[in-house]
């Protein structure tokens, strides 16, 4: 049984530019979590979906940053227009039922 | 103030020794989560837990809900322990999926 998966793991875009960041849960896992590890700071949450529903983004900036969990498919986070204080480490994470939450690899997105 | 406090933030020990690292928090919550960040950034989820005491293998996980502390306890560390260490919680107020982590606890245990 797969882990979660996140892709791609290393990520390099220009100011300006539009970034995707993938999150595979573990297989028959419907909840997903992303987090994001600014540099020498801890994991801060940005949102919680279930299977095509938004559950909680108190966590997300406003503007520029979107999330989803489609039916089919992995669940997304796009950042618009990045600028370089959005290079960090985004986590996924994934659970079963709202429990223990099973982390991906992250990716390390780099804006120059 | 931090809704979660650990301490100590920097802990160095020798291989065998026993060691604790513990959390405090403010808010009234309904989980709380040991967290383990390997050096090369990968997260691994080693207890949840909401009451009592949590075994697994050598590590041993406490809580007292009435005095919103948690420890963490290593017994016979061993460098490959060397990491941060993580506690979150899930606060009632807020979805469970929304967690709110402490700074972490970086252990490193020399041979």
């Known amino acids: 049984n797969a882990g979660v998966m996140q892709n791609p793991r290393h990520l390099v875009r220009r100011r300006g530019q539009e970034a995707r960041l993938r999150c595979s849960p573990m297989k028959g896992h419907s909840h997903v979590y992303w987090y994001r590890q600014l540099p020498e700071e801890g994991l801060k949450f940005m949102v919680y979906?279930?299977?095509?529903?938004?559950?909680?983004e108190s966590g997300m900036p406003k503007e520029r940053f979107s999330a989803e969990f489609p039916k089919e498919g992995p669940s997304i986070l796009r950042i618009q227009q990045v600028v370089r204080g959005d290079s960090a480490a985004y986590f996924c994470?994934?659970?079963?039922?709202?429990?223990?939450?099973?982390f991906g690899p992250g990716t390390r997105l780099t804006v120059l | 103030k931090n809704e979660v406090e650990q301490s100590p933030q920097n802990l160095t020990a020798q291989e065998g020794e026993f060691i604790t690292i513990n959390c405090s928090y403010s808010?009234?919550?309904?989980?709380l989560h040991w967290l383990q960040q390997h050096p090369g950034g990968g997260i691994v989820s080693l207890f949840m837990l909401s009451s009592g005491k949590k075994k697994h293998g050598r590590l041993i996980a406490t809580i007292n809900i009435q005095e919103k502390h948690s420890s963490l306890h290593i017994t016979a560390s061993h460098p490959r322990d060397s990491a941060v260490y993580i506690c979150a919680v899930t606060w009632r107020r807020r979805s469970q999926g929304n967690l709110i982590f402490g700074k972490g606890t970086k252990l490193s245990v020399k041979p």
């Open positions: 994470a994934s659970s079963l039922s709202g429990d223990t939450q099973y």
């Open positions: 979906l279930q299977k095509e529903n938004i559950i909680d």
């Open positions: 808010v009234g919550i309904s989980a």
